[in-house]
């Protein structure tokens, strides 16, 4: 441990030096390896209750996340082999699904990061990624409380997988139910007093998840449908800031929306005219479409329901 606080003690002028030679960063990375991760794995496969108190420091101390957070993208072989055993302790059952809440987002940052470096190689297989974006939606959890080292932790890795486009990886892997669950956390999260760049993320992300849903018309529908719930004129349960949100999702994406618009309407059962103007003026832009066939006989006269 003594070698790890060293190492810490260098702080962001052994950070400057390596933005440009990766090798001091490996280097340190490596060594946490060992004073952490080895001594994890020892207690691990011996089956010592120990484990439970280092996985707790590592959630407290963070200090592998650090590190991570300050290594640029690079493909260089060495960096991938050095974060070889920090991926696999990371991705473990033994962290994944640790008790402590400050351990498993701590985890989540760290995988994120990894993702970051590595990309466009996947480090992880397809199972080990969808317990990943399980574990990020319970990170975005933590956005509403506007404080502690949960939610430090959550804005960065909303930061982080917004701007490295890590969400689309779930498109990938057709992972759609943690897409609509994050949808809704995103909605029933922000607040008035969020800072400018945690709405931001959030619009990005599901921008980006609409916008290369592809041929997955299930989720883009799926998408439709919950933003029109928060578009619908009179929801009490729909914040201010939520609306501002819906609304720049869905005039951003009004192109990608519009084959399925019809039916979401249909499905929500309600007049066209209760929804808000920016669902309205979409809808008047394809009425003289072959998509109007879509909708019911409830729905017959709709030039006349919009005017």
Request: charged share 20%; aromatic share 10%.
């Amino acid at each position: 441990m003594k070698l790890l606080s060293q190492m810490w003690m260098l702080g962001y002028d052994a950070f400057g030096y390596t933005y440009g030679h990766h090798e001091g960063v490996v280097d340190m990375i490596r060594c946490l390896d060992q004073t952490f991760f080895l001594r994890f794995d020892s207690y691990w496969v011996n089956g010592n209750g120990g484990v439970r108190a280092i996985a707790g420091s590592f959630g407290r101390d963070a200090k592998l996340e650090h590190f991570l957070q300050h290594i640029k993208q690079d493909r260089k072989p060495f960096i991938e082999t050095a974060l070889e055993p920090a991926s696999e302790a990371l991705i473990s059952n033994a962290l994944m699904g640790h008790e402590e809440f400050d351990v498993k987002i701590t985890v989540v940052s760290c995988i994120t990061e990894i993702i970051r470096i590595t990309a466009p190689k996947e480090p992880f297989t397809e199972d080990q990624m969808e317990d990943y974006f399980k574990l990020v939606n319970t990170a975005y959890g933590k956005l509403p409380s506007l404080a502690g080292r949960a939610y430090s932790k959550a804005v960065s890795i909303i930061q982080a997988v917004s701007t490295f486009h890590i969400c689309v990886l779930m498109l990938d892997y057709e992972s759609h139910d943690p897409v609509v669950e994050m949808f809704h956390l995103f909605l029933d999260g922000i607040q008035l007093t969020h800072p400018q760049e945690i709405p931001l993320s959030m619009e990005h992300i599901m921008v980006l998840m609409i916008q290369n849903a592809g041929d997955s018309e299930e989720f883009v529908l799926e998408a439709a449908k919950i933003l029109l719930s928060a578009l619908k004129k009179g929801n009490e349960n729909v914040s201010s800031c939520a609306l501002q949100l819906a609304r720049n999702v869905f005039k951003t994406c009004a192109s990608d929306l519009k084959n399925c618009l019809p039916e979401a309407v249909r499905h929500m059962g309600v007049a066209v005219q209760e929804f808000d103007d920016v669902v309205t003026s979409s809808l008047h832009g394809i009425t003289q479409s072959d998509d109007m066939v879509c909708f019911s006989s409830n729905f017959a006269d709709y030039s006349s329901m919009i005017d």
